[in-house]
């Protein structure tokens, strides 16, 4: 009984959660920037063809530059947020 007293808590040390919660969302962030810099492309590129077709598609285009701006600029931000917290708070 008493050494498997010790295993479990051998193996509640090796499984820390926090360890396991912090790594699972700095994978996650690595992802979520990964896919949103295909869609960021991919966005790009469709503006780019918006504008060679003309006035009206080219005025919906410079909103889309705009909304793509800023969309990746909160995605990459609040990754880059969540790492300096992190860094800073010793997690």
């Given at each position: 009984?008493?050494?498997?007293?010790q295993t479990i808590s051998n193996n509640l040390v090796f499984n820390d959660i926090f360890s396991n919660v912090q790594?699972?969302?700095?994978?996650?962030?690595s992802n979520i920037?990964?896919?949103?810099?295909?869609?960021?492309?991919?966005?790009?590129?469709?503006?780019?063809?918006m504008?060679?077709?003309?006035?009206?598609?080219?005025?919906?285009a410079k909103k889309w530059l705009l909304y793509i701006g800023v969309g990746a600029f909160l995605?990459?931000?609040a990754a880059t947020l969540g790492t300096t917290i992190q860094d800073v708070s010793g997690f």
């Open positions: 009984m008493n050494n498997f007293m790594e699972t969302l700095m994978d996650l962030t920037q990964g896919i949103t810099m295909s869609v960021v492309v991919l966005c790009i590129v469709i503006t780019g063809v504008f060679i077709f003309g006035e009206g598609p080219s005025r919906t995605v990459w931000g």
